[in-house]
């Protein structure tokens, strides 16, 4: 097992990720991956969730560090994992996500830090984009719920 330059790659154990699913007149926001792995990508904002930092300020911190904005992460909406495995089968990447429903408080909209690019994408429009394993779905869960609750506008 060869580490490559990135410590993620061949983890021992997974990491965890934070991610905000931000939502604001009917859209919902994602950034394009400026880095491997998944360079290229679209995403929702997020990122490692740093040692004795809690969940909801590693959302805050993340949206803010890749967008430019405040949010209050106000729900959990989804746990789920990305397991990226190379040729033979290893995981070379292992992630367990924790995704909160968010509000934007502040900031200015701004691809920065690792992201890209930015966008506010309708839900129609999500298949015009490359959209990284397991997100599109949890995106899509995410508006239906906030459909379903008169959420969104």
Known sequence: MTRSNDSRQYPEHPYIGVGGLVFEAGRVLLVERGKD?????????????????????????EVAEETGLEVEPYEMFEIFERIL???EGRAEYHYVLIDYLCRVTGGEARAADDAAGLAWVKREELGSYRITAGTLEVVERAFEKLRERGELE
């Open 85 to 87: 495995r190379d040729d």
């Open 37 to 61: 792995p998944l360079k290229g990508w679209w995403s929702l904002p997020g990122g490692i969730l740093e040692t004795g930092e809690r969940l909801i300020e590693g959302v805050k911190r």
